[in-house]
Every structure is written in C-alpha cells, then in structure tokens.
T-cell receptor
Framework: DGGITQSPKYLFRKEGQNVTLSCEQNLNHDAMYWYRQDPGQGLRLIYYSQIVNDFQKGDIAEGYSVSREKKESFPLTVTSAQKNPTAFYLC???????????????FGSGTRLTVV | GQSLEQPSEVTAVEGAIVQINCTYQTSGFYGLSWYQQHDGGAPTFLSYNGLDGLEETGRFSSFLSRSDSYGYLLLQELQMKDSASYFCAVTNSGNTPLVFGKGTRLSVIA
C-alpha cells in the first residue's frame, strides 16, 4: 500500500533541545510539505520541497529546518529557536505543488509534539 | 495577500443536509479543493473544482462560482461519522502550494 508514514506519533521534548520528525512516502511524489496545526488555526505551511535537494520556506519557517536528500524522505527539525513548538505536525506529499486536478495532497497521520 | 473565509463551526442533525461555505480572496485563482479531517487524524482529499458548477461524489458535492469568489461543500444524508473538520484550499496560478482555510468543525447530532 502506498502512503506517507510519520514517526513518532507522540514526541516529548525538553526545552532547549532540537528534535527531528520523520516523514517517508512511497507514492513516488515529487512534492512534499510540512504543516503545523494548532487549535483554531488551520494548517500553516512550514516548508515545502518540489524536488530532491531543493526546498522553500513557507509562512512560518522560523525555528525549523528541513532536508530533502532523497525523494522519499523529508525530515523536519524543530530547533530550540522555535519559541512555541508544542503543536500537531503534518507531513504531506503530492504529484506536484498546485494540485490542479482530482489528485489531492496525501497527508501522514501526524506527530504530536509536546515541550515539557 | 490572500485569504479564505469559512465558518468556524456548524451543527446539523443526522440525516439532514448541510452546506459549508468558503469565500476567498487571491490573485491568480486556479481552483478550489476540500479536505476532511477527523479529530487527531490526517486530512483527506474530498474534491476539486477547477470550473464553475457542481461536482458530485456520492453524498458529497462541491460547488464553485469564480465570479463570486465563492464555493461550498454540500453534505447530504448526514451521518454521525461525518462529524469532522472541513477545510477549503485554493490552488493559485503560480507554482506555489495550496493555501488552506482555517477549517469548519461540523458536529452531527442525533
């Protein structure tokens, strides 16, 4: 079965520590994304990547970093510079950025990060 | 800039019909999508409208009016399992990702 796998499902981090969230897809999609979701805030774009070794900042990139060394993988690092990292993080992928047809973005099941 | 507006909450009775509206302001509009997300779960793609009019997929339909910068998602024969958040999302003509609205939380009651 093709899909997106995010791990871990729950993650606890101490203040001042960096943490990396994993995202792997086997859909052969070129584009991948990271979104942050807070209650009542919808989906806010952190970073996206159209192709291997290339990525772009989204609306709320400060305090986050990404890499795209393989087509299948797009890990997100939440750094200690992120002032309010507690949130639900969603990874997604798609055939291309714009989704101009009936094939939408495919989302992973998310990682809930809590800073303790 | 760009913005999408949709109601934050809607409540409807099981078996009824509910309409969730979405208005948008964006430059270079190309299409409107809808996604469903159950609590704690992953958003899933429901529909896409690139042209004006109604697209029907089973109990769900989606409508777009480009001249009014407006669309809606119509859910018929509501079931308890339809209780979820629904997001509209805009595709722009530039090579940029989807822009999502803040979502509408639908509660289906008996």
């Amino acid at each position: 079965d093709g899909g997106i796998t995010q791990s871990p499902k729950y993650l606890f981090r101490k203040e001042g520590q960096n943490v990396t969230l994993s995202c792997e897809q086997n859909l052969n999609h070129d584009a991948m994304y990271w979104y942050r979701q807070d209650p009542g805030q919808g989906l806010r774009l952190i970073y996206y990547s159209q192709i291997v070794n290339d990525f772009q900042k989204g609306d709320i990139a400060e305090g986050y970093s990404v890499s795209r060394e393989k087509k299948e993988s797009f890990p997100l690092t939440v750094t200690s510079a992120q002032k309010n990292p507690t949130a639900f993080y969603l990874c997604a992928s798609s055939i291309d950025l714009r989704q101009t047809g009936p094939y939408g973005y495919t989302f992973g099941s998310g990682t809930r990060l809590t800073v303790v | 800039g760009q913005s999408l507006e949709q109601p934050s909450e809607v409540t409807a009775v099981e078996g009824a019909i509910v309409q969730i509206n979405c208005t948008y302001q964006t430059s270079g509009f190309y299409g409107l999508s809808w996604y469903q997300q159950h609590d704690g779960g992953a958003p899933t793609f429901l529909s896409y409208n690139g042209l004006d009019g109604l697209e029907e997929t089973g109990r769900f339909s989606s409508f777009l009016s480009r001249s009014d910068s407006y669309g809606y998602l119509l859910l018929q024969e509501l079931q308890m399992k339809d209780s979820a958040s629904y997001f509209c999302a805009v595709t722009n003509s530039g090579n940029t990702p989807l822009v999502f609205g803040k979502g509408t939380r639908l509660s289906v009651i008996a």
